[in-house]
């Protein structure tokens, strides 16, 4: 089947890359020529394990081609995806203006039945405004369906490929029959493709992401009533996730969540209850929660220095929002790198994916190093952010020799309170003793 996808972000080049691999021919619109460039030269822009090798194989046996042209990527397609950024506005909802933009250009383009497929994530009602922004040109048949991603950053290919479930939000018979075949070679194991309305699965995506950040905000919330009376998170966290009802999954305390999707989605989800005069309060509360969680922290590490962080060095691990990925989108990092430049301490950073983007961002008002030792060297203490595989199992004795004070700040409760105190660190964790 011929494919077009519009928009080359982490879901529409995963969409795309993953689609030519099941022997679709697959046409990328973006309109950065810089990027297209790129890609039509072997070069990935984003970072995603696994995604390299696929992305590699099929431009070269011609499957998955790039174009700036919106007219040329979509000649012959059978299915347009549109998978493009839906940004937070000002008060909170998404902004729909690169998808309803796209869909005017696509009326007078479109010759023959064509299905349009939201990819992006997008308030309910979005399927009917796209719907009506296509029909003010178009002189051919077309459905419009919703059918939102659950890609997780770090294993998207993977889930891509081997879904839990596909929900598609369509009513047409026609747009059914082509998006079964479209989807048959990832749900050969029996995985289902849930039909609904297109409302219904334009709320599906919110719901689901709104429950797992209220999942991971609860759970912060309980590592902080720990931390008062004297419980521990993990052993917590062990206790109530064998509850089948509950689950093992995004239990984990930590300095909260960020990313390209649970804070956008959360805050679009509020702001959709807000504007049909529903008072959404959980999500008002995760949100506020969350907002706080982040630069936790903080406040402990200016009291270990007793109040004065002027002229301290911080060393920090990770800078991704998560690991696996380069996205620094909402990225707890970043808030605490302000508060610490703030109170006049200096930031000596590392992270394996994300320095490029910081760096962008911050220009030179952190210092960025080759690994994580060299961010140890003459540092006051080290502060965690991201949860990286390397910084697991860290060489202690090597970080004995370069910290100033054997003092870490755990936001992602990386190691075991005994281990720390045999060690001699001074360690702070998330919903745990503090260890002298």
């Given at each position: 089947m011929?494919?077009a ?23 990328c ?12 030269a ?12 696929l992305?590699q ?12 042209s ?18 937070p ?11 309803l ?10 010759s023959?039945?064509?299905?349009i497929i ?14 009506a ?11 419009v ?16 490929m ?10 047409s018979?026609?747009?059914k029959?082509?998006?079964?075949r ?6 050969r ?8 309305d ?11 992401n ?40 995004f ?7 960020g990313?390209s999707?649970?804070p956008?989605?959360v805050?679009a ?5 807000a ?19 982040k ?22 691990w ?7 990925t ?7 990092a ?7 430049l ?13 320095m ?6 911050m220009?030179?008002?952190i ?5 994580p ?12 952010v ?20 054997k ?11 005994n281990?720390?105190?045999?060690l001699g660190?001074t ?10």
């Amino acid at each position: 089947m011929k494919i077009a996808v519009v928009g080359t972000g982490y879901v529409g080049l995963v969409t795309g890359t993953c689609f030519a691999e099941t022997g679709n021919q697959v046409t990328c619109v973006d309109i950065n020529q810089e990027k297209v460039q790129q890609m039509q030269a072997g070069k990935i822009p984003i970072y995603e394990p696994g995604l390299d090798d696929l992305f590699q194989r099929n431009t070269q046996e011609g499957r998955l081609h790039f174009t700036t042209s919106l007219k040329e990527g979509i000649e012959g397609a059978k299915v347009i995806f549109l998978a493009l950024p839906t940004p937070p506005g000002a008060d909170g909802s998404a902004d729909l203006k690169y998808i309803l933009q796209v869909a005017n250009d696509l009326g007078p383009i479109l010759s023959d039945y064509t299905v349009i497929i939201d990819k992006s994530t997008v308030p309910v009602g979005t399927s009917d405004k796209v719907r009506a922004a296509i029909a003010k040109n178009a002189t051919v048949e077309f459905d419009v369906v919703s059918n939102p991603e659950f890609l997780r950053e770090g294993v998207a290919v993977e889930d891509f490929m081997k879904p839990d479930r596909v929900v598609i939000g369509t009513q047409s018979d026609r747009a059914k029959d082509l998006m079964s075949r479209l989807y048959a070679p990832l749900v050969r194991q029996g995985n289902p493709i849930i039909f609904m309305d297109e409302r219904s699965a334009e709320l599906t995506k919110y719901a689901a992401n709104a429950f797992l950040a209220t999942k991971i905000t609860f759970m912060n919330e309980i590592a902080n009533l720990c931390e008062l009376v004297g419980a521990n998170v993990d052993e917590v966290r062990k206790g109530i996730g064998t509850d089948s009802r509950i689950g093992k999954r995004f239990l984990f305390a930590g300095i909260g969540y960020g990313g390209s999707c649970f804070p956008k989605d959360v805050q679009a989800l509020a702001k959709t209850s807000a504007e049909n005069d529903y008072e959404f309060k959980i999500l008002d509360s995760v949100m506020r929660v969350n907002e706080n969680q982040k630069t936790k922290l903080i406040p402990h590490l200016a009291k270990h220095f007793k109040g004065d962080l002027a002229g301290k060095k911080i060393a920090m691990w990770g800078l991704a929002f998560k690991p696996y990925t380069d996205d620094i989108r909402e990225a707890p990092a970043l808030y605490n790198i302000d508060a610490l430049l703030e109170l006049g301490a200096s930031v000596s950073a590392y992270d394996p994916e994300a320095m490029g983007h910081v760096k962008q961002l911050m220009g030179d008002k952190i210092t960025f190093t080759k690994n994580p030792y060299e961010a140890l060297e003459g540092a006051d203490a080290l502060l965690i952010v991201t949860e990286w595989p390397q910084f697991r199992t860290p060489d202690f004795e090597r970080m004995d020799s370069l910290l100033k004070n054997k003092v870490i700040f755990d936001g992602r409760n990386l190691y075991e309170l005994n281990q720390m105190q045999e060690l001699g660190y001074t360690y702070y964790s998330i919903g745990r003793q503090t260890i002298h």
